[in-house]
């Protein structure tokens, strides 16, 4: 409760230009921001360049925010700002989306928040996960991708989710149950790659 | 191999893992799950599917991404220099004010002091009569005659003591009352800048505590 009062008094100080207070919700909704946008891009440097875009939006359209989720609000400006990385990136194909090293080999992609006493069998296994998350990620359309990401991955609920896309509640539980369809079909592509506990076969026992 | 799954079924089975289904619809899912082996493989498929993205590892943040006056596009240089501006503007007029608090003081003492601070007035009652002595010699020049015959002088000794006499007592008032010092013009009108001053320094420094918040 105090959090929220809290948080609408920085974003009245915000739209009141005070920067500082903007700058303490910078903290509160960057990790947030940056992994959404990670997992929407597919690439680190993009994904920087898109949440530092849509944190500078962010600010200077504060006055649009009239109430509600502040967080949803944010993370609509945080998904457009993506989009328009992606589609910058299908108009000039220039970089790759997977991280690859010289000898065309999958770089390792360890820059994940560890968990204290995981050990290094646990990190590559989490590792092999990541890579595969995310080139599946990578195949789904964009707004397919958000839903996935926003719902699956962030943990967000529907209601939220249906206000940063700006569509109706049906409409995200359609999307989000084709994308889980494909994203298990695109994992089980990676089986052989993946620990035990995280293959996906065709055939489950009923 | 499973037998693909029908959007619809797949809408359900994906609601219902979240339980976004209402009861009617969530019970009459049930219901086919129990009868419907296909249906059950594909809901548990889905299940572990949303169990390993639930998994998907939380990357570390790169870097801070607060934003810089620079990016948020206020201008820093001028709301800085306005804010130095308005603050040297209200130290320089609050030490014009102790300055001239200190003057008035030392000549004409705390105004609370009372009968105390009669010895300090003499200056200010010189140059106050000075202009009188110097407009009317004649007034002065009579009263010498007159302590002169109170003391039994003859005329042309008297004569050479009244000279003697306006030219001592004249020298210094007429040197003062020329060439008025800044110390005097201070002296004058010391209410009149205390007042200027002091509100100069509180409009100034308010200016530059409002800057400083913008």
């Known amino acids: 409760m105090s959090e929220a009062i809290n948080e609408a008094a920085l974003i009245q100080a915000a739209q009141a230009g005070d920067l500082d207070a903007f700058n303490r919700l910078v903290i509160s909704y960057q990790t947030v921001a940056y992994n959404v946008a990670y997992r929407l891009v597919g690439d680190d440097a993009t994904a920087q360049d898109a949440t530092q875009d849509a944190f500078i939006s962010a600010y200077r359209s504060l006055g649009s925010f009239k109430g509600g989720s502040f967080k949803a609000w944010l993370l609509r400006i945080v998904t457009n700002a993506c989009y328009d990385e992606l589609r910058r990136q299908k108009r000039r194909p220039q970089l790759p989306l997977e991280p690859v090293t010289p000898d065309g080999e999958d770089a390792p992609d360890q820059d994940w928040m560890a968990d204290p006493g995981e050990s290094p069998e646990d990190l590559a296994e989490r590792a092999e996960l990541n890579t595969a998350i995310q080139r599946c990620l990578n195949q789904l359309d964009d707004e397919f991708r958000t839903a996935v990401v926003l719902i699956d991955v962030q943990g967000m609920e529907y209601g939220e989710v249906a206000e940063i896309l700006k569509r109706p509640l049906g409409t995200v539980k359609s999307r989000l149950a084709r994308a889980r369809s494909r994203m298990q079909d695109c994992l089980r592509g990676f089986a052989e790659l993946l620990p035990e506990q995280f293959r996906l076969t065709g055939e489950e026992t009923p | ?214």
């Open chain 2, 1 to 214: 191999m499973t037998a693909p799954t029908a959007p619809r079924d797949l809408e359900l089975l994906s609601a219902h893992l979240d339980g976004q289904l209402t009861p009617g619809e969530a019970e009459a899912l049930l219901a086919r799950l129990e009868r419907e082996p296909a249906l059950t493989a594909a809901f548990k498929q889905l299940q572990r599917t949303r169990t390993l993205l639930r998994r998907a590892p939380q990357r570390r943040l790169p870097r801070s991404f607060m934003l810089t006056p620079a990016m948020a596009g206020k201008p820093q240089r001028s709301g800085l220099g306005a804010w130095s501006g308005f603050n040297f503007a209200s130290a320089l007029a609050a030490l014009a004010l102790i300055l001239v608090l200190v003057t008035d003081f030392s000549f004409n003492g705390l105004p609370s002091l009372g009968a105390g601070a009669a010895p300090a007035q003499e200056p200010m009652l010189m140059l106050a009569e000075a202009p009188v002595e110097e407009s009317s010699p004649a007034e002065a020049t009579g009263a010498a005659d007159s302590q002169l015959a109170d003391e039994g002088l003859d005329g042309a000794e008297s004569d050479m003591l009244r000279v003697e006499s306006t030219a001592a007592d004249e020298a210094p008032m007429l040197k003062e009352a020329t060439a008025p010092t800044l110390t005097q013009w201070v002296l004058q009108n010391a209410r009149t800048l205390e007042t200027l001053l002091a509100s100069l320094a509180i409009i100034a420094g308010l200016l530059a505590w409002h800057q400083r918040r913008r």
